[in-house]
């Protein structure tokens, strides 16, 4: 199995830009997440999904932030407009069992600086 | 809420010595905890995990031990190694999703 697959993995925009990390869960998993983590606050989560339906927003900043997840083997994370303060580094993991009740499968992360 | 909380955020070794990582949590309704390691420019991986009906549990050079009375559990890696060297992370699924900073493990020659 190819694993978690993101991109891109990285990116380097202007403030104000739309950026879109893309995300590709391991082939038969339930649940799909999206954390961000910065020296500052560490691994944080910023959202999940089970069986494609979002459960848990509450750690999305903002409303510049939206996550997607139209099928089962594809989700986005869209941030406009971008602010210096979103550089980070993102990633997706996706788990066989809902809510994060089991093993979490990252991927690689998309790293994000904005200038 | 819950919480899990690693005792120190960055721990150095030297190579070939134990390395033991700490974690506490507050809510004792659970029944399953994972230990993820982070290597430079990687996501976090499993690398093993305790279930609350036992004490110990060990694997390839780690063992992971579950103090059920103090609600602490901690992470042993023996003969530690370069490769050793990441970011740690305790995690308690279902219950708290945050993982927080981790603990840096750093093995010096």
């Known amino acids: 199995d190819a694993g978690v697959i993101q991109s891109p993995r990285h990116e380097v925009t202007e403030m104000g830009q739309e950026v879109t990390l893309r995300c590709k869960p391991i082939s038969g998993h339930n649940s799909l997440f999206w954390y961000r983590q910065t020296m500052m606050r560490g691994l944080e989560l910023l959202i999940y999904f089970n069986n494609n339906v979002p459960i848990d927003d509450s750690g999305m900043p903002e409303d510049r932030f939206s996550a997607k997840m139209p099928n089962a083997s594809f989700s986005t994370l869209k941030i406009q407009p971008s602010e210096p303060r979103d550089s980070a580094v993102y990633f997706c993991a996706s788990s066989l069992r809902a809510s994060g009740t089991g093993e979490l499968f990252f991927g690689e992360g998309s790293r994000l600086t904005v200038l | 809420g819950e919480s899990v909380g690693l005792h120190l955020p960055t721990l150095s070794v030297q190579e070939g010595d134990n390395s033991i990582i700490n974690c506490a949590y507050s809510?004792?309704?659970?029944?399953?905890f994972i230990w993820y390691k982070q290597e430079s420019g990687k996501g976090p991986q499993f690398i093993i995990d305790?279930?609350?009906?036992?004490d110990k549990r060990q694997g390839q050079r780690v063992t992971v031990l579950l103090n059920k009375t103090v609600k602490h559990l901690s992470l042993q890696i023996a003969a530690t190694q370069p490769g050793d060297s990441a970011v740690y992370f305790c995690s308690r699924p279902g219950y708290a999703l945050n993982f927080g900073k981790g603990t840096s493990l750093l093995v010096t020659p």
């Open positions: 809510n004792s309704a659970s029944d399953y």
């Open positions: 305790i279930r609350s009906n036992m």
